[in-house]
């Protein structure tokens, strides 16, 4: 059996698993921002019930919540992660060439800023108050800016390890690290008390339907000289 050349042209990509699960994401982002907007009891009081009992345990286990306070304001903060997409972005561009997937990148970061921000506006819900707050956050709640955030920068980059053929010990160490990133960046907000849980998923579902809108977008219109497992640049001559 022959193993086709290295130069190959690589095989036109399925975009229909990222299009499927953006269907998906997208109906239960649009469900919770409705049940949310419209105050649906059930899910307030057991957003109320959380909230209570993660702030609860924040005042009693002031360590901890040292801990997650310089975890969400330092290595998990937007900025942060917006600056770990700018990092991506000149790798990209400067290391591979591969200027086309740079501007997309930084394109998808921004636009997820500028959606959750018009979400926080157009729902305008009120972060939780606390008589004895253990921190304090700007601006309205829903959805959370750190988890959407979070997700969309460990998301995309996770992609584009996996489509650059990126070293296989790299990979896992590298999805552990989103995993916690993601997960630990909503947990944190919650237990800090500047967030409802369902602020936290809302990032989530959100950050994750921006992914895969945002992968979908790139197999359909990337230039096909950067569609290949690893952007390079052409060899002189």
Do not use: N
């Amino acid at each position: 059996m022959q193993t086709p050349p290295l130069d190959s042209p690589p095989r036109p990509p399925r975009t229909g698993t990222a299009l499927g699960a953006a269907w998906i994401l997208a109906l239960c982002s649009a469900l919770l921002l409705v049940l949310v907007a419209a105050e649906w009891h059930p899910l307030m009081s057991l957003d109320g019930d959380i909230a209570r009992t993660t702030h609860r345990w924040a005042v009693e286990e002031a360590g901890v919540t040292r801990a997650f306070r310089v975890l969400t304001d330092w290595v998990w903060d937007p900025w942060t992660m917006r600056l770990l997409c700018a990092a991506a972005v000149l790798w990209l561009g400067l290391r591979h060439g591969a200027w086309w997937t740079a501007v997309w990148l930084a394109v998808t970061c921004a636009l997820t800023a500028l959606v959750q921000q018009v979400l926080k506006a157009a729902v305008g819900r009120a972060r939780p108050v606390w008589p004895d707050p253990v921190d304090s956050a700007h601006y309205a709640a829903f959805p959370s800016g750190h988890a959407m955030t979070a997700t969309v920068v460990c998301g995309l980059l996770l992609w584009l390890l996996h489509r650059g053929a990126a070293a296989r010990a790299v990979r896992p160490a590298a999805l552990v690290v989103a995993v916690v990133s993601v997960g630990g960046v909503g947990l944190t907000r919650v237990w800090l008390g500047v967030h409802w849980s369902t602020d936290v998923v809302a990032g989530w579902l959100m950050g994750a339907l921006l992914v895969c809108l945002a992968v979908t977008a790139h197999h359909r219109w990337c230039p096909a000289r950067e569609t290949g497992p690893v952007p390079r640049r052409a060899p002189a001559s």
